[in-house]
């Protein structure tokens, strides 16, 4: 498949679009044929600095444009991009691609093209081209490609149309920011609308416009894997009835610094306030029930008291020599690390808390199961960039580690499931980059057994990339002879902010769909801000919620 990009200047290049070039240039199946790069000069160019001077002086609205850049440089110097990438290497290769400059016809905001230019790239048979140059395009360029322009809105565009990307859903407060890939069209925002994918929000501007910039990144590659799989369907956008969102003005840029730095200051009281006082936030703990979850009635339940320093989350049930066992993350604040522990269900409490398996990293999320005999532990280790499996040497409290997989990558949040057919399939969530959001994107394989030596990636993965419903929230279970996945509703800016119940209708190697039945907040107790995880077995479930300060 032969691509073209509108391309910037290789040395203003982001990371995210240098992680996508990077994945052109590694996969075989793919060529970058063109490089597209604007040739205007002096006046005609809308990037010269006397140009933007001239467009600030004209704005009516240069002093929230002045405030606003201000504190989006104050962000960027507090939080620093990280480049991901050999930005070098990378530079060095796009040298050695055919480039050619164009000088549309600008005209306000838009860059026309005239025929000249667009004969020019035809001749180069390209299949698709991505923009990431150039302001809203027009002309017969639209068709300079057999499969068009593929663009990013850096937004739901059946929500928001316009920009800065990422500012107007924390204004706001929308409960996710979306990212729409399309294929342009003369429609402004308004193009055939190729994937969607959404994301949560931060509550810093410029970090949410990178955490959509550089899940961005997922979103293309799927979709070209798709278009070489002749599943290329775009379809036509939705009616648009909101405002066209534009820079904002003083009002709103004084709104936004206000949530922005009484977040700042908050986040230094928690602190302060753990230190001093010992107070927690964002804690955590668990609560048990009998029966199904579906049928259950949450506010009846009581949370399990926690011992000083600690938060306890990921509860996974385990029935051992007839007694039931729940093994959970166990945070301390202090060490700002988790391990694994376990306790003994006793009348809807935990007694006998041991530590199970404690690391010089970060764990949690402790799927536990069996194979035969013998008892597996599946944890969490991102923070050790893989996935392990212990095997139990002595239950419940002595573990070895069994096999490892997924080496060098963010990977989160794992399970196995076994269908009807004894097909195993393992689920799990990725990071990509870094920089990249962790909650997105979920991923599913076939395994041949448990100790992953085998994988065989689903054709459509990632499966999806949604922060609504991606994350896992515990293993899948079965009611009334339907099965069901957990997963966490990550939104409104908020971790684990709520908990899906989403029933699987097709699993297979090549499709995959679940539905959403339900969305639970954590509204039965007071004080509760997040939850995120179900385990039921054995006639049993727990849940964990956190809350927002105790």
């Known amino acids: 498949m032969r691509i073209g990009i ?8 982001s990371n995210w679009e240098l992680r996508i070039i990077n994945e052109i240039l590694k996969d075989p199946s793919l060529e970058l044929a063109l490089l597209i790069q604007d040739g205007r000069e002096g006046n005609n160019s809308t990037k010269t600095l006397k140009s933007r001077l001239n467009r600030l002086l004209k704005s009516k609205n240069i002093f929230g444009k002045i405030l606003f850049s201000l504190q989006t440089k104050i962000e960027n110097f507090l939080f620093k991009e990280k480049i991901t990438v050999d930005k070098e290497r990378i530079i060095r290769e796009l040298n ?56 990013f809105h850096h937004a739901d565009n059946f929500i928001n149309r316009g920009g800065p990307a990422g500012f107007w859903e924390i204004v706001l407060k929308q409960p996710s920011v979306g990212v729409t890939l399309q294929k342009l069209t003369p429609e402004l925002d308004g193009g055939l609308v190729i994937d969607k994918a959404f994301f949560n929000r931060n509550w810093s501007f410029v970090r949410t416009s990178r955490l959509i910039l550089e899940g961005s990144v997922s979103i293309l590659l799927k979709n070209i894997k798709k278009l070489q799989n002749g599943e290329f369907k775009p379809t036509k956008s939705l009616v648009y009835f ?7 003005g003083l009002k709103m840029v004084l709104k936004y610094m206000f949530l922005f730095y009484s977040k700042l200051l908050g986040r230094a009281m928690e602190e302060t306030n753990y230190k001093i006082f010992g107070r927690r936030f964002d804690c955590w703990t668990l609560f048990i029930g009998k029966g199904d979850f579906l049928n259950s009635t949450l506010f009846r339940l009581k949370p399990i008291k926690l011992p000083k320093k600690e938060f306890w989350a990921d509860p996974f049930i385990f029935n051992h020599n007839n007694d039931n066992y729940i093994f959970f993350e166990n945070y301390n604040y202090t060490t700002k690390k988790g391990k694994i522990s376990c306790g003994k269900i006793t009348n809807n409490e935990l007694t006998d808390i041991a530590d199970v398996i404690e690391t010089d990293y970060h764990l949690s999320y402790p799927f536990i199961f069996k194979e035969n005999e013998d008892i597996f532990l599946m944890p969490e280790s991102s ?3 893989r996935l392990e499996i212990y095997k139990c040497i002595k239950f419940p409290t002595e573990w070895e580690l069994h096999t490892t997989a997924f080496e060098n990558e963010k990977v989160a949040d794992a399970f196995f499931y076994t269908d009807k057919d004894k097909t195993k399939w393992l689920f799990i969530n990725k990071q990509m980059d870094i920089n990249a959001p962790f909650e997105s994107e979920l991923y599913i394989y076939k395994v041949n057994s448990f100790d992953l030596k085998d994988l065989e990636p689903h054709k459509n993965n990632p499966v999806m990339i949604n922060s609504e419903i991606a994350r896992n929230g515990g293993p899948i279970f079965e009611y009334e002879n339907e099965i069901y996945r957990p997963s966490q509703a990550n939104i409104d800016g908020i971790y684990g902010r709520a908990l899906n119940i989403n029933k699987i209708e097709k699993l297979t190697i090549d499709e995959y769909i679940e539905n959403t039945i339900v969305t639970t907040y954590p509204n039965f107790q007071k004080g509760l801000i997040s939850m995120h ?10 849940i964990d919620a956190a809350y927002k300060k105790i």
């Open 533 to 542: 995880h179900l385990h039921q077995s054995n006639g049993l479930f727990v």
């Open 6 to 13: 509108l391309i910037q200047e290789f040395e203003v290049l």
């Open 96 to 151: 050695k691609i055919n480039k050619i400059n164009v000088e549309p016809k600008r005209k306000g905001f838009l860059d026309i093209f005239d025929d000249n230019d667009v004969d020019k790239i035809k001749k180069y048979d390209l299949d698709i081209i991505l923009r990431h140059e150039f302001n809203i395009i027009r002309g017969s360029i639209l068709q300079a490609a057999k499969y068009g322009i593929w663009s």
């Open 242 to 248: 909101n405002p066209l969102y534009k820079a904002p």
């Open 383 to 385: 923070a050790n960039n």
